[in-house]
């Protein structure tokens, strides 16, 4: 069963986000706010952790397609290649920011994610997760949670989240209802930007 935590994203509690950032680091599956979609995360060190989402999700994982929740820039380093100054300047001015930037992955990546040539990165104007990839000291591998509701295509109220996924996961984090639209993503390793989806984010970075 699934613990529902409310957490306020204007002043997240400490204390719970760091009872919560112990049950990633124990291997445990959390679903959590972002500036979009509401995510379904793990810690990104943690193999059995990740071969669970992907079980989830029916994917493999070598070739799952996640996101790398980071708190700011200052690792980009750990889990990309070196990037030029223009594409950093992107980064700079959009991020924190509902955008998934896809980059060049480094040798540095996690054994899980070594044949990846690249990884998408988020950075999300969200108190609560960056505040808990803070307190775990390394980025939350993340994927939002879709509905098989042809209306509605993401889940927003996390009460109704809890419901679907009690079985799933370990934490339901209530930051208040989530948005129904997910990230742009840009892919940023060719010569010029290119929308690989419209999303939130403007297109015009």
Not at 69 to 87: F, G, H, P
Request: with cysteine; proline share 5%; hydrophobic share 35%.
């Amino acid at each position: 069963m699934a613990e529902l935590i409310r957490i306020y994203e204007e002043n997240p509690q400490e204390k719970e986000i760091k009872r919560i950032a112990e049950v990633l680091r124990d291997g445990g599956l959390i679903i959590y706010p972002t500036d979009t979609v509401y995510g379904l995360g793990c810690d990104i060190t943690n193999t059995s952790a990740l071969e669970k989402i992907a079980r989830i999700k029916g994917v493999k994982l070598d070739k799952a397609n996640f996101s790398f929740i980071c708190e700011d820039l200052s690792n980009l380093s750990d889990y990309v290649k070196q990037i030029d100054s223009a594409t950093f300047k992107i980064l700079k001015r959009n991020l924190p920011g509902p955008y998934t930037f896809i980059l060049p992955g480094s040798s540095n990546l996690p054994k899980v994610f070594k044949k990846k040539k690249t990884v998408g990165i988020r950075v999300p104007d969200n108190q609560i997760c960056r505040a808990l990839v803070k307190a775990l000291g390394n980025p939350i591998v993340s994927t939002s949670i879709k509905d098989e509701d042809e209306v509605i295509e993401y889940t927003t109220d996390p009460e109704l989240i809890k419901e679907k996924w009690d079985k799933l996961v370990d934490v339901v984090i209530d930051g208040g209802y989530g948005d129904n639209v997910a990230s742009t993503v840009i892919d940023l390793t060719q010569s010029e930007p290119v929308v690989i989806r419209e999303g939130k984010g403007s297109t015009v970075i």
